[in-house]
C-alpha cells in the first residue's frame, strides 16, 4: 500500500471558480500561495519565496469552497499533489504544482493578523438532513463519514 499526501497552508490568490462537468460533477478551482521567509546568513537581507498551487475542490466540497471562499482568505488544503510542466508565454520551460484536494479547512478571514480566527473549519461536502445544528468541527477530526465531529459541514 503506498499513500501520497500535501498538505498547503497559505492564502488565495484570486476568488474561486466554480463551473459544473456534463455529468454534473463540480468542480471548484483556486490558487494557494504559500510564502517562506527568512533572513540570508551572508547578506543579512530578509528574503521571500512564494510557491503556488493550483486547487482542484470536487463535488460538494468544491461548492462550499467557491460559497465560502474569496481572495487572501488562509486556507489549509490537504491532498494530492502533481507536478507539470509546460511552456510560458515567453517560450521558456515552466511547471505548474497542481493540488487535488480531499479536505479543506477556512482558517482566517482576510487581513487576519495571525491568519487562524476561523478555529479549523472543515469545507467538505454537505450531509442532508434540513434540521441539522451547526456544530464547529474539531482540529483533529478527519472528513470521514464516520467521525462523530462530521455531523454539520457548513463552515460556520
Do not use: K
Amino acid at each position: 500500500m503506498t499513500w501520497h499526501q500535501t498538505i498547503v497552508v497559505g492564502n488565495l490568490g484570486g476568488d474561486p471558480e466554480l463551473r459544473y462537468l456534463q455529468s454534473g460533477q463540480a468542480v471548484c478551482n483556486f490558487s494557494v500561495a504559500v510564502s517562506e521567509r527568512w533572513r540570508d546568513r551572508q547578506s543579512g537581507e530578509q528574503r521571500e519565496r512564494t510557491t503556488w498551487y493550483r486547487v482542484a475542490a470536487w463535488g460538494p466540497l468544491g461548492e462550499t469552497c467557491n460559497q465560502y471562499l474569496s481572495r487572501g482568505r488562509q486556507v489549509m488544503v490537504t491532498g494530492n499533489v502533481s507536478a507539470r510542466g509546460y511552456i510560458n508565454n515567453n517560450g521558456e520551460a515552466a511547471a505548474s504544482l497542481d493540488l487535488n484536494a480531499r479536505d479543506v479547512r477556512f482558517l482566517g478571514q482576510r487581513g487576519d493578523s495571525d491568519g487562524d480566527q476561523g478555529g479549523g473549519w472543515s469545507g467538505g461536502g454537505q450531509r442532508g438532513g434540513g434540521g441539522q445544528q451547526r456544530q464547529r468541527r474539531d482540529d483533529r477530526a478527519s472528513n470521514y463519514p464516520d467521525s462523530p465531529a462530521s455531523v454539520d459541514d457548513i463552515p460556520f
